[in-house]
């Protein structure tokens, strides 16, 4: 067996141990490998509880659900609408423009990111999920609406994000290229 703790500024998030049915002792090799894994997982703890009395459930910057919630509430999100004999929408929403950040900067990045977030945020029922899914992407799931509304929903959010605007600099904004996507359940 090998026990590697997962230390990450000086706060230790657990251990993770791996056992081999095999009597071999693990190589120096898979041992490294053991302990970059621990790292990396330490790392993203950390990243989660970095502000205090964040949510790791929550996407900071944004204020929204993040990945981490989709995957807990998806099982029970198909067995209501298996249950109660419903369908919903699940749309997805890419920054499209893979150099933005590169091109005007991190910060700009982010507020591109904030923007969206914050127009989607308005365009969204209360019962919707929405959710910031990967660094610029997002993605939502809409309860209760057949495939003929989900597509106006699509084309709608796909010309307001093409009208937004972000500030780059106080005298110029540029768009936000956005791919939408959508599948039904």
């Known amino acids: 067996s090998a026990i590697v703790p997962m230390n990450s500024n000086g706060i230790v998030w657990g251990a ?75 749309l997805v929403f890419r920054l499209d423009d893979p150099k933005l950040r590169r091109r005007w900067g991190y910060i700009f990045g982010d507020e591109a990111v904030r923007a969206t977030a914050s127009f989607l945020k308005r365009e969204f029922r209360e019962n919707d999920l929405l959710v910031r899914y990967a660094s610029d992407e997002f993605l939502a799931i809409v309860p209760r609406v057949d495939r003929a509304h989900a597509e106006t929903l699509t084309i ?25 996507g959508l599948a039904m359940f």
């Open 156 to 180: 709608r959010f796909r010309e307001g994000l093409a009208a937004l605007q972000v500030p780059i600099r106080a005298s110029s904004q540029t768009g936000l290229p956005v791919t939408v």
């Open 16 to 90: 993770i141990a791996l056992y081999r049915k095999q009597k071999a002792k693990f190589t120096d090799e898979e041992f490294r490998r053991l302990e970059i894994i621990a790292a990396q997982t330490s790392q993203a703890l950390a990243n989660c509880h970095r502000e205090a009395g964040a949510s790791p459930l929550i996407d900071s910057p944004t204020g929204l659900p993040n990945g981490y919630h989709l995957h807990l509430m998806f099982d029970q999100l198909v067995a209501d609408a298996n249950k109660f004999h419903y369908s919903f929408a699940v």
